[in-house]
């Protein structure tokens, strides 16, 4: 596995389906966004590997959401580092009992239906349950890598969550509220509430942040916020791919 340095502190664990994201704060450990799926457990562990680090270096592990190619590491990464889960109370129900998938509808748009269909539509309904310690809400500000605010962003997923990192003139981990998939910053393509969904990508056009890194697609390094409002905001249409 090749990880991508994004900044002197944080890694693009490319998986096979979706990213996991590593911050490294050095001494106090690592901290994981994401856990992948529930086969990818062990190249995010040998990510860590790869940066020197052991397992039980990992700190904290932020999920985004409930999803099985996002939470479904969590169960054996949590095994193998002892490491705290953080996730929305909405979504958190959701693993505990081992739940990851509540019906979607496909995005307007061919190219977003063609990959409903081939991807999305018959979904894993199932992961591994495991425990989350912390239930994180709108706005709450996590004492982690200098300040990590957690955003509700919910419409792809009731408890979907996004994480703006304070540092590097701001980083947000957008998680599937966004994709930049062949350069398009777009909607996902799949959605429990697709108004509720649009209302989120707003939400996040709103805030400031230089650097933005998405489940599926490649990180925007510079002018991240701006692209959002580009993309999504308040006068602006949003467009189906």
Not at 19 to 29: C, S, T
Not at 121 to 126: S, Y
Not at 130 to 141: C, F, L
Not at 222 to 230: N, P
Request: aromatic share 6%; with cysteine; proline share 6%.
């Amino acid at each position: 596995m090749a990880l991508e340095q994004i900044l002197p502190s944080l890694y693009r664990v490319p998986l096979k389906v979706v990213n996991a994201f590593v911050i490294d704060l050095e001494h106090d450990g690592l901290i994981l966004v994401d856990a992948g799926t529930p086969t990818d457990a062990r190249a995010i562990l040998d990510a860590v590997g790869e940066l020197g680090r052991r397992p039980t270096d990992v700190r904290h592990i932020l999920v985004t959401h409930c999803h099985a190619d996002h939470a479904g590491g969590l169960a054996e990464l949590k095994e193998a580092t002892g490491a705290p889960a953080y996730m929305h109370p909405a979504d958190a129900e959701m693993v505990r009992v081992g739940r990851a998938l509540r019906p979607l509808t496909p995005t307007p748009g061919p190219l977003n239906r063609a990959v409903f269909w081939f991807f999305l539509r018959n979904g894993p309904e199932t992961l591994p349950a495991t425990a989350v310690e912390h239930e994180v809400t709108d706005g709450e500000d996590l004492p982690l890598a200098g300040g990590i605010r957690a955003v509700h962003v919910p419409g792809h997923c009731a408890g979907q969550l996004a994480f703006l990192w304070a540092r590097h003139g701001g980083v947000l981990f957008a998680a599937d509220a966004a994709t930049n998939v062949a350069g398009l910053l777009g909607l996902s393509p799949g959605y429990e509430d697709l108004e509720g969904g649009k209302r989120s990508a707003k939400k996040l056009a709103g805030l400031d942040f230089e650097v933005a890194c998405f489940g599926h697609g490649r990180t925007i390094r510079r002018g991240a916020s701006a692209r959002f409002r580009k993309a999504f905001g308040i006068d602006q249409k949003v467009t189906a791919r």
